[in-house]
Each structure stands twice: as C-alpha cells, then as structure tokens.
C-alpha cells in the first residue's frame, strides 16, 4: 500500500548544500504535499543529532516512509536505515535523494535553479519511495576457507594473515614457485635488502604453515557458486615428476641433455628441461618442461603417428636413471580438483611490456631489455651473478643507459598511466650498477622524476650526489647500433640541446600492464577488469579492494601496479575483509534483487542470457525464470532486456521508476 | 498430380509407414484458410499443405503446442520458407521445443493478403503457376515480393519441396533428421536451382529497402502512423511477439495522473490523445527489430492499411545488420540474448558522449 504519512529530512551538508540550495524553501515546498507528514532541513543529517532526528520523528509522526535529501546514497544510505530501523521503521522505507552531486554542486552558478532542481529530486525521490516494499535481509550460509590466487608477495601476505587466524587457506599458484615477481628483483629499493633474504622467511611460513594448502604450477579452472558458497575447481598442471617423492636433490638437473630460455631469468639464462624453478623455489621439487623434453617430445611425435620408433632404440632418461627416490615418471599427471570456499582474493600481480614492443627504441637488440630482465642481470642469485654482462657477448657493460617511462604515459604506443614504480627502480638499478662498477658510466633519461614515497627522495638524492648518475631530463626518441655500441638519441630539456650517448647496453623501464591471465580468471569470477589487464575495484577510494562480486576480493598489482610496501599493505587489507566475511555463520545480504512475475513471464532466457553472475535459470517444468537469490547482486540487467518486465528488482519496478522519471521530466 | 496432392499423398504415406502420428497444416474455411491439426489419415484430405493466403504465421501455432511441454506425438509441420524461420528463431527463444517435429517447406509463390482472398478469391494452383514461369504474381502481399529467403534453406527445418525449375517437385533433405524421414519414406532426394527465383525477390528487396524507407524523422514517422487505430493487431499477429503480457498494455506504466497530461499538452503545445501510439510501435521495434523475419503479418494485420513491414522490416534490417545477424537462417545467438564484449564501437560517440 501506498506511503501516506512521509518524512522528509533536507540537509544542509554545512555549505555544501545550504550554500546553494535555498533548503528552507525546499522544506515548505515538499511540507505542502499530502503525502509528506512533516519536513524539515538540519545542519548535518549524518551526525548524530542527525540520525537523532530521524529515530524522534519516525515515533512522533507515525512515519511510514522516509526521504533523506543529502548526499550521493553510497555515501549515507546505511547511516540513514539504521538510524529509521533504531526507531522501528523498515529500512528498506528510507531513500535517499543526492541533491549535493545533483543540485547544489553543478549549479553553484545558479541557486535558484538548484533548488528547483532539487525540489524536483525530493518528489521523484517520493514517487519511488511510495510503492517501496518493507523488505528483510536474506540469509546466506558460508564456508570457512578462503581461496588466494597468485603466490606473489600479495597472495603471500594474504593467505598467511587469513590462516594465521584459523582459517584454512588455499593458496594457488600457476609458477612452479611461490615468490611472484618480487623474488626476481636484485634489491629493494629505498631500502636496498635483498629481497632473497627478506621474501624467504615468508616463503618458507606459507609452505609450513598447517592452515594453508599450498598449489603452485597451479591454475583456476572454474568457480561456481557465490559469496560464502564458491566451489573451485583447480588444474594443477602435469609435471611428469612425482612431488610427494622428489626430494629436490637436483641431480637430475645436471644429467639433462635439453633446454630451453629460465621463465624465471625471464630468458636471460637457459635451463635444462627438467628444472626447479629457482634454487630457493618453494616447494623446492623438479619438473618437466613437455616442449623441450626429449623423451616426451619424441613419445608425442609417436603417438601422433608422425614418427614410427625403431625397435630397440633407447630413448632419454638420463633424469630418471639418476632419481634415486624414483620420483620421475614421464606420466602426465595433470589433475583437477575441487576446492570449496566462502571467500576468494585475486592476487595475481603485473607484468611489464616486452622491450620488442619498442622497436624504435632498440627493443629488437639482444642487449636493450627490460628493467626487469635487467634485474636478473642485477641480482646476486641471478644468472650473471650480480655484475650485469651483455646478453649478446657476456662482455660487462662499460656504459649504461636507462630509459623511463618506455610505454608509460603514452597513450600511441604503450599505455596512459604512469607505472608509478619505474622511476625508483630505474634509480636503484642505476645505484647498482654503479656500486658494483665505479667506473661505468650511467645515463639516465626521465621525464620527471617521481619518487612520492616514504624514503624515496631521499634515495633518488643518494643517487645523483654519492654515486653521480648522469639524469638527463627528456626523452628518448631513438636508440640503434653503431658498430659495438648502441646509440641513444634523446633530448636534454633543461638545456635544451640534443643529447647522443654511445652505450654497451640499454634498460628500458617498459610500462607495467595486469597479468596476462588475469582476463581469463575475472572472466570465470564475473569480476571486471579494464583493457590494461587491471582488474577493477568497487570505489577508487573508499573500496579498493572490493569487487563488485560479494566475496571477491582484489590485493596487490593485480588491481594497478604498485609498490612491495602497498602490495602487502593490500594483502593484509584483503585478508582482514576476507576474515570479517567469514567470521559470521551465516551471511546477511541486501534483499533489493530480481524477482520474476510467473504469471507473465514467458521464459524466453533473455533475461539468463544477460545475467553476469549467472543467477537465473529456465524452471524446465513451468517454463519460467527463476531467480537465485544468493547469486543476484541486483544490478537489474535482467530487467532492462526482459521486453515485458516480467523480472524486476525489488523496490526499483517499472511503475515505481517510470513515476520517478515523470516527476523528473516534467518542464522545468 | 499438383503439388499440394502430391504433399497430401506424402503425408499419407508417412501416417502409413508410422513416421508420423500428427501433422499441421493449413486447411480452407469458408473465407479464408487456418491452421488445422490432424492425427489421422483419413483426415488428411481436409489440408491444403500449400494455401494461397497466410493467416496466422504457423512457428506461432506450434509454440502455443510446444509451450508448455514437448510434442508428444510425432508431428509433421508443413511450414512456408518464412515460417520455418520463425520457427527456428522461437527456438531460440525457447518458445518452441523441436524435439518430436519434422519441419517440411517448399518452394514458396507468396500469399495474397488475407482480406484481398475473401473478396477476390484465387488459388495456390496459380500462384504456383506464376512462381514456375518466373513471374512473382502481382496479387501477393508486399513481403512476399520482397521476400530475402523465398526457398527452403539448409538447416533450417528438414525436409525441402523444390518446385521452381524442375518438371515434376523433388524432395530434399535439410537436416540429418529431414534425411532419415526421407530414406524411411523411400524418397530418393532430388535437386533443382533456385537461384533465379531467389534472385529476383532480393532485386525488389534491394530497390524497397531503397525506395520505402519512412523518411523525415520524428516527424515523417508520426505521419506514417498517424492513422493507426492503437489496436495493437499488429503485435497480436507478430510470431515475435511471443510475451504474455506486453509492456505497452501495463497500466502500472501506462496510467497516468491528469496533470501529466496537461503538463505534456503545455510543453508540447497540445497533445494527441490517445498517448503513447508511436511509442508503441518504437518500442515494439526495440523488442522484436533483431528478430523481424520478415513474414509480413504485421502489415496484413493493420485495419487501417498503414504498411506497416516497411517500418518494421526495414529498420529491422538495419538493426541486424548493425548486429551481423540473420534471424532465423542459422545458429548465431540473437543480439539481444548474445554478451559480446567488442561491438556497437561505430556508434560510440554519437550522442556527444566520451570517447
């Protein structure tokens, strides 16, 4: 039944709104409606009085239906139920209608305007308000574990808070190690630790600790279900070596004959076929590689029929002739299984554009290469044992230079952001490289240098004064060979003259996009992710490490690339909303979702077609949709493609919305 | 022996040999011709398999058998070339369950428009004596000259007449089902070219599409509809339209308080009454437009003669052009039921909104 006796609560939002919304004249204009039973403005709706207000007059008035005319429903919609609910009204009897974002704030120009306007606002508020439902919260039941996807310094940090407080976590890797990008660097910086050092202990706790179960070389095959109820169904990937023996000896590793480029020097080393990913891996166990593994590429051709074997030949198994505990089979032991969850964080990192991608800048040359791959050649645990050598000829450089924002804050050619780390990990290398050889010389052309963390001007100054890094202000604009040596050629800004430098190598700080499978995991997840490959959170600001799924979480450079220190601040952030989540038996949950009228809807599934979180299912018997409640989110997509509007969200149906817009419309 | 015995005698025999328990079939009333569904051999001389006039679209009758549960009988539908479209379409739609239907269609000559049969009766004899000399005959409806898909199609419905072309009609198969009917009627498959046929219906689509386009806007659209009754037959006949209940008859939307009306007549220096009648069609548009297959019914339907399948079929065209989908012809998934994250990029922008 329709609300008759209405209050309505202008707020003055200090000046925010009373600055230019006359809401004196607001109140006597909605006072004078008949289904309004009492208006009236305060300085700050929101603040206690505030709320005060509402829970007297909802017991005063009678009140059957409250509008609280202030700011964005985002902001204070909760504020405002909680406080009409305190005074025994149902919540879901409280609107808000935003005249600050609406009214006040566009049209500072024009007062007058602004209060019709939010006049106007108040009324259509009304009109919905009016056929509003008293609703009550559903109930969810929810499972006890969670689920951390990717084993980078994120991932870590936030499986090990989760199980740190009794719940079980799996934590799903699809590298052979735990360790993430983090684990490649040479040093952090402004700290300059080895990150070998620091990342282990961490490493080492994820792997002992009873609360997690641990799957690296490990993907996310599909995820079903929703908040507090996800099932996960995870691939663990073949091997073709039998982890519960392999002791990580390593003998195998020097009886290989075959190899192929390290995924873990991000090709600046080879590896044999059959490898530990790196020598503190965790867990620390050898696989095959199936590509260049020369028993199971010849047992493929075989199988495929394009080779016919001869009798008695005797094929390669140096590896296993030598595994004393037996562990090597050469079976593919791919495997899927099944996990369920109440909460899932996806954790899934960044990756930097491969230096190819800037052929203009030298990216073809096997000595011009990523910040990346140059942190490889940097660190003490890497290939060339901490003094970088050329990849072309293993000579140590002489001359260095490094190159900013290659494909950063350039939309033509790369991407419109800042990659926000570049600049101080393009000081410390250059810090290093200097440490490690006095003599070279090092240039280091940027555009600006930005260094807005705790530490990091200081760094940036050590660099320029005690280790004398040439900065050069401009950019870049060619770098190709001459004889031995590459030429960069770039500009001087601060001079205003043109610079050429003749270098032994080359580092490009290439822009940072979202991990290449994160498209395929928020994809299964239902999760949005933008064309840069970051995976999107609910609100910038106030909820970043949200997803619009309930229950999915986002931590680390999965959502934009950032820094160790944010990084694990995000995991732990995520952990903690993960560990609220599931310290609840059951799970309350917003009851404005889609209902479906049976006696009009004629199951066509146009509706099941647009549903993004999968909710809504053709009832093969009665020929209708039908709703599941603990999947809808309410988005009203269904609605909006139903063409006889026989699906609506609750409290937002047709007649409700098309009355608002009528009051909306109407001539101003 | 004609056509239509011929497919009488077809039908018999597939009572006979138990491939079929039912079959549907337009069948002669006094003025005009229905659909007639018939479970027994002896009835089946009460069919005409091939009318002259199309009444009701027959994808629309099986949905009303199919609806609520799959056919339990063995059913043969005799289908014109447009209908066994809208058949597959409301597949799509869930509307039709296929499972126990065999689909047969024919080498279609069009249909005379249902009130011009009452009052100037004619036969599909002639008709059909029309489509084998090559003419289109100057009697059937408007849709039917600017038919896209006048023959049967691989893949959709399963067994095809081929009567253009060829001295005597030849059966052939359309789907691995349509192919196992055959064999089991002991019908050896035969072929015939259509092209021709074909060819000059898409010449006088290609010219209509040109030449009726409704053109001047908001307004050229008011006047084209300005006769319109707001009977809504039109959505009636529409196989499209397959809601229970349609939006624009919902009076939780469509009612409105007496200072709407006057606020409207203000801002818009007087109103027409009753509102809301080119909405109606716009928005009927909106619903159906990706799925129009152009069967023409909407137009046969108007009382008032307003040729409607110019609106709807040509701007439907547009719209499934826009989309890259043909309704009905194959499996693609309908625009309005299909999530492509790469579309519509042609019109970002339009409407002056960001990049």
Not at chain 1, 277 to 305: H, M, T
Not at chain 1, 315 to 335: M, R, T, W
Not at chain 1, 356 to 377: C, M
Not at chain 2, 284 to 295: A, D, K, N, V
Request: glycine fraction near 8%.
């Amino acid at each position: 039944m329709a609300m008759k006796r209405i209050g309505v609560f202008i707020c003055h939002c200090g000046r925010n709104i009373a600055g230019t919304v006359d809401v004196k004249r607001v109140a006597e204009e909605i006072g004078k409606r008949e289904d309004v039973a009492f208006s009236t403005t305060y300085v700050f709706m929101c603040s206690q009085p505030g709320q005060k207000l509402i829970e007297d007059s909802v017991k005063k008035y009678n009140l059957d239906g409250v509008v609280v005319a202030n700011c964005s429903p985002t902001l204070h919609e909760k504020t405002m139920r909680n406080a009409a609910a305190r005074a025994g009204l149902n919540p879901y009897r409280v609107e808000i209608a935003n005249i600050r974002e609406w009214a006040a704030w566009p049209h500072e120009d024009n007062p007058d305007a602004a209060t019709r306007k939010a006049i106007r606002i108040i009324n259509a508020t009304i009109e919905k308000l009016k056929a509003n439902a008293s609703l009550e919260p559903i109930e969810v039941p929810v499972i006890r574990r969670a689920l951390v996807i990717g084993g980078g310094v994120a991932g870590m940090q936030a499986a090990l808070d989760i199980a740190d407080s009794g719940i079980e976590t799996i934590l799903v890797e699809k590298e052979a190690t735990i360790g993430g990008n983090m684990f490649r660097l040479s040093e952090t910086f402004p700290t300059l630790d080895c990150p070998q050092c620091i990342l282990t202990p961490k490493m080492n706790d994820v792997a002992a600790h009873p609360n997690i179960k641990l799957y690296t070389y490990s993907e996310v095959e599909d995820v079903e279900g929703f908040m507090g109820n996800f099932k996960v169904k995870i691939k663990k990937k073949a091997t073709f070596v039998d982890w519960d023996k392999c002791t990580g000896c390593g003998e195998c590793l020097r009886v290989c004959p075959a190899h192929a480029d390290s995924e873990f020097d991000l090709k600046m080393a080879k590896r044999t076929s059959i490898y530990i990913a790196n020598e503190q891996a965790v867990p620390l166990k050898a696989l095959i590689d199936e590509n260049s593994c020369i028993r199971l590429q010849f047992e493929k051709k075989v199988k495929e029929g394009k080779i016919k074997p001869k009798k008695n030949v005797k094929i390669c198994s140096k590896c296993a002739d030598v595994c004393e505990p037996n562990a090597i089979h050469f079976q593919n032991n791919e495997e899927i299984v099944e996990e369920e969850v109440g909460a899932i964080i996806v954790a899934t990192g960044y990756e930097v554009m491969p230096a190819e991608a800037f052929p203009e800048l030298g990216g073809k040359y096997p000595d011009v290469i990523t910040s990346l791959q140059f942190e490889r050649l940097l660190a003490p645990s890497g290939p060339t044992a901490g003094i970088p050598r050329r990849p072309s000829d293993g000579k140590v450089p002489e001359s260095i230079a490094f190159v900013h924002c290659v494909g950063s804050r350039d939309p033509q050619n790369g991407v419109p952001y800042c990659s926000r780390i570049c600049c101080m990990y393009t000081i410390k290398q250059a810090m290093l490289v200097k440490h490690a050889m006095h003599d070279a010389a090092v240039y280091d052309f940027y555009i600006d240098i930005r260094s807005n963390g705790k530490g990091y001007e200081e760094f940036y100054h050590r660099a320029k004064e005690e280790y004398g890094v040439n900065f050069i202000r401009g950019k870049v604009s060619k770098v190709y060979k001459v004889g031995d040596k590459y030429r960069v050629q770039g500009v001087d800004t601060l001079t205003g003259r043109i610079v050429e430098v003749d270098v032994d190598m080359v580092v490009l700080a290439t822009a940072a996009k979202g991990s290449s499978t994160v498209k395929e995991i928020a994809k299964k997840l239902r999760i949005p992710y933008d064309e840069w490959g970051w995976l999107k959170e609910t609100h910038l600001k106030l909820k970043p490490l949200e997803t619009p799924v309930g229950g999915v979480f986002i931590a680390g450079a999965a959502q934009f690339i950032k820094d160790i220190t944010d990084s694990v601040s995000q995991g732990s952030g995520a952990a903690a909303k993960v560990m609220a989540l599931l310290s609840k038996p059951e799970l309350e949950k917003e009851p404005l979702l889609a209902k479906v009228d049976p006696e009009i809807c004629a199951g066509c599934g146009r509706c099941k077609d647009q549903c993004a979180y999968d909710a809504i299912t053709i009832d093969p018997v009665r020929h209708v949709s039908v709703v599941n409640e603990a999947l809808c989110e309410g988005c009203g997509a269904c609605s909006a493609n139903c063409p006889t509007t026989a699906i609506q969200v609750v409290n937002f149906k047709k007649g409700q919305v098309v009355r608002a817009i009528d009051v909306l419309a109407e001539v101003f | 022996m004609t056509e239509n015995e011929m497919l009488k005698k077809f039908i018999k025999d597939a009572f006979e040999k138990g491939l079929i328990e039912a079959v549907m079939a337009p069948s002669a009333t006094q003025d005009s011709y229905t659909y007639a569904l018939i479970t027994k051999k002896e009835d089946v001389d009460k069919i005409t398999p091939i009318a002259p006039v199309m009444q009701w679209n027959g994808a629309d009758m099986i949905r009303r058998i199919t609806k609520l549960k799959k056919s339990e009988r063995k059913l043969l539908a005799i289908l014109r070339p447009c209908e066994s479209r809208t058949y597959k379409e409301l597949v799509k739609f869930n509307q039709i369950n296929p499972e126990n239907i065999i689909v047969l269609t024919y080498d279609c000559p069009g249909t005379v428009h249902a009130r011009n049969y009452k009052y100037e009766p004619t036969s599909s004899e002639k008709l059909i004596e029309d489509m084998k000399s090559g003419k289109i005959s100057k009697k059937v409806r408007e849709s039917c000259r600017v038919c896209e898909y006048p023959t049967p199609i691989k893949g959709v419905g399963d067994i095809g007449l081929g009567i253009v072309n060829t001295n005597e009609p030849v059966f052939f198969s359309l789907s691995d089902r349509g192919k196992e009917f055959l064999a089991g009627m002991e019908i050896s498959e035969g072929e015939r070219d259509d092209s021709t046929w074909v060819k000059i219906h898409r010449e006088n689509r290609e010219k209509w599409l040109k030449e009726e386009r409704i053109t001047g806007g908001r307004k050229g659209l008011e006047e084209f509809l300005s006769s319109c009754l707001n009977c809504h037959n039109c959505k009636d006949m529409c196989p499209i339209c397959f809601c229970k209940e349609c939006f624009f008859e919902d009076h939780s939307v469509f009612d409105y308080e007496s200072n709407k009306f006057y606020n409207w007549a203000d801002d818009k220096d007087g109103i027409r009454l009753p509102t809301d009648k080119s909405l109606f069609h716009v928005g009927r548009l909106i619903h159906m437009g990706t799925s129009c297959i152009g069967c023409g019914l909407c137009q046969q339907a108007c009382p008032m003669d307003i040729p409607l399948y110019r609106l709807f079929g040509i701007v439907g065209d547009d719209l499934q052009k826009v989309f890259n989908y043909k309704p009905g012809v194959n499996d693609d998934i309908p625009p309005v039921m299909d999530f492509r994250e790469d579309e519509l990029h042609e019109f970002e922008g339009l409407f002056g909104g960001e990049e």
